[in-house]
């Protein structure tokens, strides 16, 4: 099973490993800095031995990594990972942005049903199950979350059962969620936060989060 390190260090940009298995243009890894696509937040970008990643993906609790046909890697090759780091830091702290304003939104609507999420490097989304607009709170979650960002508090991340890879985040005095991203160390790193309120279709409301 591949180690992830992203986990441990998510500011890591840079490693050498080994490839563990290939089948076709699919390698795994002894260990990765690479994280891949999972609850919402996009895979990180970069490239294995020099060749451009063109898909990673979970494969239960191992992750998965697509390359072109050509790519010539074999089982026990040593190569090095490197990520595209502003992506990965832009990926960070927009999905942290997110899961702050969330927290918000449970806090004032409690019992509101989260029906979906994405985070990119440039923005997150949130789509919730509602039949009430939002549009009268967005104003009021972007100064709260923006209250939390200029307090600065350490972001806590770490492992709530091992052995099954689940993972949590905490903030004291705030929230603590279960979460299997990528996060930065604390809420200023975030950068100041906007919301907007948007209407996707009946029964459904949707915030769109930035950071900048």
């Known amino acids: 099973m591949?180690?992830?390190?992203?986990?441990?260090?998510?500011?890591?940009?840079?490693?050498?490993?080994?490839?563990?298995?290939?089948?076709?243009?699919?390698?795994?890894l002894e260990s990765t800095i690479f994280f891949a696509f999972s609850g919402g937040q996009e895979s990180d970008a970069g490239t294995i031995g020099g060749i451009p990643v063109a898909e990673a993906r979970k494969d239960g609790l191992d992750i998965v990594y697509r390359l072109a046909q050509e790519h010539r890697l074999s089982q026990g090759d040593s190569v090095d990972v490197l990520i595209d780091w502003p992506r990965r830091y832009g990926l960070m702290r927009h999905h942290f942005a997110a899961e702050m304003v969330l927290q918000l939104v449970y806090r004032r609507m409690p019992g509101i049903v989260r029906i979906g999420a994405h985070v990119s490097a440039e923005k997150a989304r949130i789509d919730f199950a509602c039949d009430q607009s939002l549009s009268g709170i967005d104003s009021e979650l972007e100064q709260q979350a923006n209250v939390l960002?200029?307090?600065?508090?350490?972001?806590?991340?770490?492992?709530?059962?091992?052995?099954?890879?689940?993972?949590?985040?905490?903030?004291?005095?705030?929230?603590?969620?279960?979460?299997?991203?990528?996060h930065p160390r604390s809420t200023g790193e975030v950068g100041m936060v906007r919301v907007k309120r948007r209407n996707p279709g009946k029964g459904r409301e949707r915030l769109e989060i930035s950071a900048f």
């Open 149 to 182: 960002v200029q307090a600065d508090r350490p972001i806590v991340a770490g492992f709530s059962d091992e052995p099954n890879q689940r993972r949590y985040w905490r903030v004291d005095g705030f929230a603590e969620m279960a979460c299997g991203g990528t």
């Open 2 to 28: 591949t180690r992830k390190l992203f986990w441990e260090d998510p500011y890591r940009t840079s490693l050498g490993t080994t490839v563990s298995a290939v089948r076709g243009d699919e390698v795994r």
